[in-house]
């Protein structure tokens, strides 16, 4: 094969293996600053291949930080979506001439790999409490380095443009140290602090977690009627009950109960407030208390109050100065002060409180009550509201920055409806609780000195042992808080100094993430030329969780927003609308469908479906397989065509100053579809710039797909086929320079989208073309092509247009009467306009070709008769004749029967959604399904309507 053909089938594995190994080895995804530099990045040290890109056309970077996935993560549909986005864009502006660096790295993912590691030891029948924080964390280490690299693989493997030199993970040395600096920083400025709250605890994982990290999910649960005897010392005075009526969702916690709260307000209860009641069960005295936040039709319109066990109840309880009882152990189990339950977990202790109420009387009732519960994200285990001490950070104060800048407009969010999410959700924001229980993170830097507290202070419940005396201090003596490790208190001198056990949230390394990457809080070239990023590309799943805090870190450290432009891209989702899980066994692995179809295919499909949410099936990726194995079999023809010799596809490159375009000295013979071509190829490039600027991916790629599929491929190469095999030198040489001129152009506005295809092709392009486009080492590197480099013909446009309109006419007619492929017909085209005449006499060849015409005519007057159907157009009509071929009798039968069977469809249709009891009882997507029916019914029916009219 010569090194200018194309096998006859394309061989995504072995292309993308070569192509990824040489882009990589060469340096070709490091930015253009980076060149004749030998540079330290991260962990590694490279070495600079000297590339010459030519001179930069753009002053500003483009730069995008990848939002790091967790190191226990392979690559999921979700994944490959945000990463081909984030390529295409890459490379989009790498071509343009913009100095583009794409951050890589990944995330610790502190529960998550903690969980993973716990798991592999328990295997072994081994605990992280038997071997201890020091033996445990060498084993995560351990892992972290024999697994960690997995999904960076696979980034590769979908053709991700990274530089991969400045890979970075959170808890590397540099990303450490970051995480340090913003502690201490907050600290000193008073927005970080200490303090017993009501927190979300996941009792499997045994930690807090942030509001973000209990997703609420709706449950079908139930509102438990409680009595609550009056104290006897109390009912001797009460004019009505002795009991009060509470409603609860957690009878559990009355165990914790310091009081009964009635709103003031409430006119059946005034008479209670004040007086005592007996706590069943525990037999404890509470009071009734009058507080405004009881809302009076809520169950009965008194509610227990259990300030260890649930944030408003603790709030309450902050109001009217009532103890605090914690009653559960931290793995969601009763402790000593619930009394006869203890030991029982809180869902057995639920069961067992309800039989004993019932026992003494005091059970009433329980209703169905549906209502949102917090689950852990990781494990999805009901979390439960805890009374414990926790660090966090004061968020309004950042928030309110944050609002300041994107009202300055500094931020945009793409689509717009994602602008009022992330503002709202800045305007309610509460307190940011950043410490966990575990022991893989990022250490909380703040230091205990044990002489300083010595005697003082409670141990608090649920610590271990060795720890407890840490979380005791009233006050901040005692208390260090630093950048770097202390070996002596600052106060007393003491060498005994404690760190505190608890390590940071995960996203509180990853609100850093656009800074200390560039080197933050070292004051680094690449800090300063890279900061601000460009775009940050992301799921609407973690607005909260990191996009707004990552802008809020940025505008605090920084001074600056991170980034300007936000762009949220849908869900991918199976094609029921669930969203996608391997729990769930809907879940579709992209390495699979890289290894059967080719990563360009994989990334084409997604990229056309984005749109919105993107629903999948394995069949949704053979969109792109067929497009890239069209692309390949356009080009292994026009490769065939050209020959062996080079062609100057270059030729002259003047600019016409009245037009604005490029002269490319292509057009010397006046061949129609060459001057079209052309037209459509400025306005195509015109549209994929407007699209990409817009993130309108999907339409971007669309746009390309209907070019090169039907433009190029399916109009372009069939009008020149006849001009390859008849035409004279002049014409065929010409037509020769613009096939090969399109294509290497669409390589070129492909490249983001499908990188690997179009690298290959334009490799063998490049062989034959003296186009100076092509003097690139790497269509990486290639310049981005300009829609005023190509010269926009409208006349060409319309006439083209009037072939495609004809051929499309007689192809419906065709099928209307449902001629066979192998059926050749008679054809006439008739028009007044002597314009549109020479036009269709210029290319007869070509439409009998595509139309599968025994004969052409073209007629100023032609007189219709009942051997011939037609379809008209503005400036023509079109006939076939189908005497001899069809039997209009026969015809009309056919789709008198065919209306008489859909009506009686639509009948049974209407009738069933008419029914009353079928609408009421029946399930909501069957509903949905006769719907669909019925508007598909209504359609063929149209259809055949229609069809019928071809033979009255």
């Not at 970051?178 to 907050?186: D, G, I, M, P, S």
């Not at 805890?386 to 944050?402: C, D, G, N, R």
């Not at 991916?697 to 599929?709: D, G």
Request: proline share 5%.
């Amino acid at each position: 094969m010569s090194p200018t053909e194309l096998s006859s089938k394309y061989d995504s594995k072995e292309v993308e293996t070569k192509w990824y190994t040489l882009w990589e080895k060469n340096g070709y995804f490091r930015p253009q600053s980076d060149q004749n530099k030998s540079t330290v990045h991260g962990p590694q040290i490279t070495e600079k291949k000297t590339v010459d890109r030519g001179p930069s056309t753009v002053d500003s970077p483009y730069v995008i930080v990848i939002p790091p996935p967790n190191v226990t993560g392979i690559l999921h549909v979700g994944h490959a979506l945000n990463n081909s986005i984030q390529d295409i864009l890459t490379r989009w502006n790498r071509m343009k001439g913009r100095d583009t660096l794409w951050v890589p790295g990944v995330d610790h993912a502190g529960i998550a790999t903690q969980n993973v590691v716990e798991k592999k030891l328990a295997k072994e029948k081994i605990t992280r409490q038997q071997i201890g924080r020091e033996k445990f964390l060498e084993h995560v280490w351990k892992w972290k380095e024999e697994n960690g690299s997995t999904i960076t693989r696979q980034l590769r493997r979908l053709g991700a443009s990274c530089d991969w030199s400045r890979e970075r993970f959170t808890m590397d040395e540099g990303l450490s140290k970051a995480v340090r600096e913003a502690f201490v920083t907050l600290y000193e400025r008073g927005l970080i602090y200490q303090g017993d709250y009501i927190i979300n605890w996941c009792p499997r994982c045994q930690t807090a977690l942030s509001d973000e990290e209990a997703e609420h999910k709706e449950v079908e649960g139930g509102l438990y009627y409680i009595k609550y005897p009056i104290s006897v010392s109390e009912a001797k005075g009460s004019p009505v009950a002795q009991f009060i009526i509470v409603a609860t969702t957690r009878p559990e916690t009355m165990l914790g109960d310091t009081a009964v709260a009635v709103n003031p307000n409430d006119e059946r209860y005034k008479y209670l407030i004040g007086k005592k009641l007996l706590l069943p069960l525990v037999n404890r005295e509470i009071p009734v208390i009058a507080d405004e936040f009881v809302d009076p039709q809520f169950g009965t319109g008194a509610v227990k109050v259990t300030p260890a066990h649930d944030p408003n109840d603790f709030e309450m309880g902050n109001r009217h100065k009532l103890e605090r009882i914690n009653v559960m152990h931290p793995d969601g189990k009763i402790n000593e002060k619930g009394g006869p339950y203890n030991g029982m977990d809180r869902f057995e202790a639920r069961k067992k409180i309800i039989v004993d109420l019932e026992a003494l009387g005091l059970f009433v009732e329980k209703k169905k009550h549906k209502h949102a519960v917090g689950h852990c994200y990781r494990c999805a285990t009901i979390v439960e509201p805890y009374l414990s001490k926790q660090w966090f950070v004061k968020m309004k104060p950042l928030a309110e920055k944050a609002l300041k800048a994107h009202a300055a407009g500094k931020t945009k969010f793409y689509p717009d409806r994602w602008t009022k999410v992330y503002t709202n959700w800045l305007e309610g924001i509460r307190d940011w609780c950043i410490s966990r229980q575990i022991w893989w993170g990022h250490q909380v830097p703040v230091w205990y000195c044990q002489k300083c507290q010595e005697g003082r202070g409670k141990k608090e419940e649920g610590r271990e042992k060795k720890d407890a005396s840490l979380f005791s201090l009233p006050s901040s003596l005692g208390i260090i808080v630093a950048r770097e490790t202390p070996i002596k208190c600052p106060t007393c001198g003491g060498t005994d100094l404690q760190q505190d056990p608890d390590v940071l949230d995960t996203w509180f390394s990853s609100w850093l993430w656009p800074f200390s990457t560039l080197g933050w809080p070292n004051k680094t070239d690449d800090l300063k030329h890279f900061y601000p990023t460009s775009d940050l590309i992301t799921a609407p799943e973690i607005i909260f969780f990191w996009v707004a805090r990552m802008i809020m870190a940025g505008v605090e450290f920084m001074g600056e927003v991170p980034f300007s432009k936000i762009y949220i891209h849908g869900t991918v989702r199976a094609e029921g609308g669930l969203k996608m899980s391997k729990s769930l066994g809907n879940s579709i692995d992209p390495i699979e469908v890289i290894d059967e179809m080719g990563a360009d295919a994989l990334r084409f499909s997604m990229i056309m479906l984005s749109a919105q949410d993107v629903y999948l099936s394995r069949e949704k990726f053979e969109v792109g397989r067929n497009f890239v194995n069209k692309l390949w079999n356009a080009s292994r023809f026009v490769l065939m065509n050209l020959g062996s010799s080079t062609v100057d596809s270059r030729q002259s490159t003047e600019r016409n100053q009245d037009t604005e375009t490029v002269d490319h000295g292509l057009l010397t013979v006046d061949f129609l579809p060459n001057r079209w071509i052309l037209s459509r190829l400025s306005k195509v490039t015109e549209t994929v710039d407007k699209y990409l600027n817009e993130f309108s991916l999907a339409q971007a790629a669309s746009e390309l797909y209907h070019f090169v599929w039907n433009d190029y491929c399916d109009w372009f190469i069939e009008l020149s086929k006849p001009v390859l095999e008849k035409g004279s030198a002049a014409e065929k040489s010409e037509t020769q320079q613009i096939l090969l001129f399109v294509l290497e152009t669409i390589m070129r506005l492909l490249h983001p989208f499908i990188p690997f295809i179009t690298e290959e092709i334009w490799q063998k392009l490049k062989e034959l073309s003296a186009n100076s486009d092509q003097s690139s080492e790497t269509i990486m590197l290639a310049p981005w092509p300009k829609s005023s480099d190509f010269p926009r013909d409208a006349q060409a446009e319309k006439s083209i247009e009037w072939l495609q309109n004809a051929v499309s006419g007689i192809r419906d007619l065709r099928t209307r009467v449902n001629l066979p492929p192998s059926q050749t017909v008679q054809a006439v085209v008739a028009t007044a306009n002597q314009e549109v005449k020479k036009v269709f006499e210029a290319f007869i060849p070509q439409i009998k070709v595509l139309g599968r015409l025994d004969s052409l005519t073209i007629e100023s007057n032609f007189q219709k008769s009942k051997a011939y159907l037609g379809n008209a157009f503005a400036d023509f009509e079109v006939f076939i004749k189908i005497e001899g071929l069809v039997n209009p009798e026969e015809e009309r039968k056919r789709s008198q029967k065919k209306i008489a069977e859909v009506e009686g469809w639509i009948k049974g249709i209407t009738s069933k959604l008419s029914n009353e009891n079928f609408v009421k009882n029946a399930p909501s997507e069957i509903i949905d399904q006769e719907k669909l029916k019925l508007s598909d019914a209504q359609k063929l029916l149209k259809a055949y309507h229609e069809h019928l009219s071809l033979f009255q």
